[in-house]
């Protein structure tokens, strides 16, 4: 309830609290009624004056934040179009969850093209399936934590400082380059200074002003009382004088450098003084002080020479407590002792749990000395298709099978699995990334595709990727459609059709497929991580005098001709580009990216940058900035057609894979007795029958 509503209520207006006609002729009086009014924003309501405050609260006319203000829009609206702005609400996004499977290489139902991957590899053509595995395989290489696979390969502590101790080496010595580097800087600024200052002087000398001798400066050191001259009388005195304006600005830089690095001297000097000062006023240990020896310090520094203090003979009879001045701690160290032990009168019951004691067993160690072979004749694992194995075998079974299990309280499932890699022991935080990073490239996962996503039951092991982009809520739709309806889920095969002979290694595939409305190619952006629309537009342009341009818009003399135009022109051209065209175009130059900032409110949107905090014990998350982007969909496709491209066949006749084996010898064919042929009765007489009766002769 507003403020003047509840002046009006204490006033007793009691016909206006009950109310509601936009007819009211009741007579205005001061405790009972007060006039009608009409709403200030013309939205058509009439209420009576008292009320005014409270209809603000529901005029649709109003100008409120809009509902996503607290996940960053900025936007001030008519409480009537917030509904409508949602649809394009910037603090409006939808993460993608789009989900697809993909299996390894080496699996066991599957035909592995190892060929056909090493080739594609070489060439690197470009291939859509090849980009997104390759894309699905880093995101799942830094997912993959050797840590979490492989605990007992992990360094030791005396491993991790050395390592340590390595890798402080290596920035030691690259601080040294850097300070070397510094130190030759500094000197041949130095160098530059030196000469600028005796060009400096031999300009003062031109009005007689000389240096003084090493006798004179000799003299003006023991004079230490002589009064120095201030700033502003050093340039007043300059500026009586005959000196030239440009000397003396160059008088006045040299002047601040050298009054900045006497004040940094005389800042180190005093710091130097006070921490002399404190050490020897410092107390080493620990020491205890009563409050008589106390009161006799307090008194002996205020009570003047003979007389005497009163305060111990008062409190004679009272015990003095002691005062614990900390100086000096030496730190303790801190040690954990686990004092749990298992019950031992705990018995389980024979029904449910087999007791363990009930039979006498014998611990024996399971290990690889067991196969009578030395550690070295052990054969040495592939960290990838290890990891890649442990992975699986983690998510199928829920662990390990090298990890230690505990069924129950009195049972514990020890792992016996070893294995024996070149690049053990791993560092704490290192990923299967890391461990491919200088090896050649290599794919590890198929390139087809499967769309069952983790709410279907799926029958064995596979791995499964997200899509994770984020869009606007309008955006979202065309994005599904497009990219993993079109696109995705059609690319093996249909939308990007390879040779037949691509088990065999052939690399040869084709784009069926392009726009409706106009002739343009997919591709695939490995740096964004996305698919993008690229229009197939000719290399060169003639204009209409006859002149060729390079595409791009650009001069024989290298100047850009876009922009060179207005602002205003290139805002208008730029709002017909889509997002991701719009994203790319804010990284050409300061003024694209000033045009495409222009843009960001209406095609952008933004999400928060959350980071963790911890106070007083207690982890929490707050927002660290707002960040503005554009998506990354490209123009939306409504229809597809079929390309101007030959088939297939086409490539079959050249294809290098398609070798044509000749049959020159004759092949008998099956033919029939003539007796049988003869027969027109059909009854009893099968194929079966026939074989029986040796009546098919080959």
């Known amino acids: 309830m507003s403020h003047r509503s509840r002046a009006s209520r204490q006033r007793q207006h009691v016909h206006c609290d009950s109310c509601y006609s936009r007819r009211c002729r009741a007579r205005v009086e001061a405790s009972v009624c007060c006039p009608l009014s009409p709403c200030r924003l013309l939205c058509g309501a009439l209420f009576h004056l008292c009320k005014e405050e409270d209809h603000l609260l529901l005029c649709p006319n109003v100008r409120v934040p809009c509902l996503n203000a607290e ?23 939808v993460c993608c969850s789009m989900e697809w499977n993909r299996w390894p290489v080496n699996d066991a139902h599957s035909h592995p ?4 991957h090493e080739n594609l590899l070489k060439e690197q053509s470009g291939c859509l399936d090849l980009a997104l595995a390759l894309k699905d395989q880093r995101q799942l290489f830094h997912s993959i934590k050797m840590k979490k696979l492989f605990p007992e390969l992990l360094q030791s502590v005396e491993e991790e400082e050395r390592e340590e101790e390595r890798m402080e080496e290596e920035r030691r010595k690259e601080q040294e380059k850097k ?15 030196k000469e600028a200052s005796q060009t400096l002087w031999e300009s003062f000398n031109k009005f007689n002003i000389t240096l003084p001798s090493e006798k004179e400066s000799e003299d003006d050191a023991e004079v230490e009382n002589h009064p120095e001259l201030s700033q502003e009388e050093r340039e007043a005195l300059a500026r009586a004088s005959d000196v030239d304006a440009d000397n003396l600005e160059n008088y006045n830089a040299w002047e601040r450098m050298f009054s900045m690095e006497m004040g940094g001297c005389r800042e180190t000097e005093a710091t130097t003084e006070a921490g002399k000062g404190k050490s020897k006023g410092n107390r080493k240990g620990l020491d205890t002080l009563t409050e008589e020896d106390e009161a006799a310090a307090s008194g002996s520094s205020k009570l003047p020479p003979g007389a005497c203090s009163a305060s111990s003979s008062s409190r004679s009879g009272e015990k003095p407590k002691k005062i614990f001045v900390y100086g000096h701690v030496e730190p303790m160290k801190i040690i954990t002792v686990r004092t749990f032990k298992v019950p031992t009168s705990f018995a389980a019951r024979q029904s449910r749990i087999r007791n363990p004691g009930f039979y006498k067993r014998q611990p024996k160690a399971v290990d690889t000395s067991d196969l009578g072979v030395g550690a070295d004749s052990m054969p040495v694992w592939e960290e990838v298709q290890a990891s890649l194995l442990c992975s699986l075998e983690k998510e199928r079974r829920g662990h390990l099978i090298a990890e230690t299990v505990s069924s129950d309280s009195l049972l514990t499932d020890e792992g016996t699995q070893t294995y024996n890699f070149l690049s053990a022991p791993f560092r704490k935080n290192l990923s299967l990334i890391d461990l491919t990073a200088g090896k050649p490239l290599e794919l590890h996962l198929q390139l087809q595709v499967e769309s069952v996503t983790s709410r279907h039951h799926k029958a064995n092991s596979t791995f499964t990727f997200v899509c994770g982009h984020t869009f606007q809520r309008r955006e979202y739709g065309k994005h599904y ?36 409305t106009h002739e343009a190619t997919v591709n695939y952006n490995t740096d964004l991580g996305c698919f993008g629309l690229h ?33 205003e022109v290139l805002c208008h051209i730029a709002s017909f580009l889509d997002s991701l065209s719009l994203s790319q175009l804010a990284l050409v130059s300061p003024l694209m990216r000033q045009v495409c900032w222009s843009l960001l409110q209406e095609r952008g949107m933004v999400t928060l940058c959350w980071e963790r905090t911890s106070s007083h014990g207690k982890i929490r998350w707050k927002v660290k900035q707002k960040v503005w982007q554009f998506s990354t969909l ?18 079959l006749k050249v294809c290098p ?17 003539k007796e049988i042929e003869s027969n027109t009765s059909c009854k009893n007489s099968t194929l079966v029958n026939l074989f029986q009766q040796k009546t098919i002769l080959m």
């Open 71 to 93: 996940y960053g829009c900025p936007v001030q609206l008519p409480r009537s179009s917030r509904a409508a702005h949602l649809q394009m609400c910037p603090a409006s996004v």
């Open 113 to 116: 093209n190892t060929e056909l």
């Open 179 to 193: 300070k070397k580097a510094l130190m030759e800087k500094e000197a041949a600024e130095r160098a530059a200074a």
């Open 481 to 516: 459609k497009n990219i993993h309806c079109d696109i995705q889920m059609c690319v093996n095969g249909w939308f990007e059709q390879r040779c037949p002979l691509a088990y065999l290694g052939c690399t040869f595939s084709q784009n069926r497929f392009q726009p409706s």
């Open 535 to 567: 229009p197939t537009v000719p290399v060169t342009m003639t204009d209409s005098s006859g002149v060729q341009k390079r595409r791009g818009g650009q001069n024989e003399g290298g100047e850009d001709s876009l922009s060179s135009l207005p602002y």
């Open 634 to 651: 490209f123009s939306p496709v409504d229809a597809w057609c079929f390309r101007n491209a030959p088939p297939i066949s086409e490539h």
């Open 657 to 673: 894979y398609n070798r044509i084996e000749p049959k020159t010898e004759k092949i008998r064919l099956p033919r029939v007795k």
